[in-house]
């Protein structure tokens, strides 16, 4: 019996590599069907197959930054991403949480970004040179539909936001926040209750122009008022 040579790590690596590329192709991901990828057909599919690049992030790994050149679009493939902005005073404001499926980069100024994108917890991110995923948008009316349904989507969504933001009291503003990662989650397939909550409280607060503090206390008064029942720190079920 020949003896095989043994295994160089340059090997090694290429076979890691290969290996991940295999289980990171478009027709294997569980968030296609919520993502843009899902408007295209089987050639534009293999198409991005062939440019995109798939990425771990690490929890608070930074995906890009407010005022970075817009070079790539992305894509959350598995785990959540904050999107926030920093004030010209230094404070963080949270635009929104992304979920699998969610398409992020756009901005109305091709020349940098707008926010900041960042890891919560384990993340798995597809990006997409603007370059090509720009000149495959051009031949398919179908992803232009979408993009634009998605921006729709969202200035609705910012709508709401500020009206939860400006009328509702703390607690009230803390249920519709549970609510719709509820309904979140429903769309992509996920138990929508109980309800997990990735982020943690500070985030929350932000996001919902709260102090921490008011955070903690509504949920203490929700949990009295029997609307929600913790199951650990992170885990609720909404009554």
Known sequence: MVACPPMKKNDLYNQQVEKHSQLAKCSLCSAKRFSIC???DETQVKKVDSFKRTKNYKDKQPIFFQGDPVKSYFNVRSGNVKIYRLLDDGRMHIMGFLYPGDFMGLSSD????????????????????????????????????????????????MQKQSIIIGKLHA?????????????????????????SLPMNRQDIADYLALTIETVSRGITELKNDQKIKMIDKNKLYIN
């Open 38 to 40: 899902g408007k295209m």
């Open 171 to 195: 607690k009230d503003r803390l249920m519709e926040f549970f609510k719709n990662i509820s309904a979140q989650r429903k769309k992509i397939g996920l138990p929508d209750n109980p309800i």
């Open 110 to 157: 091709q020349d940098t970004y707008l926010n900041s994108a960042e890891a919560i917890g384990n993340a798995e991110i597809c990006s997409f040179a603007i370059s090509e995923f720009d000149e495959l948008n051009k031949n398919s009316p179908e992803i232009t539909k979408e993009l634009l349904k998605r921006n729709f989507q969202e200035i609705e969504f």
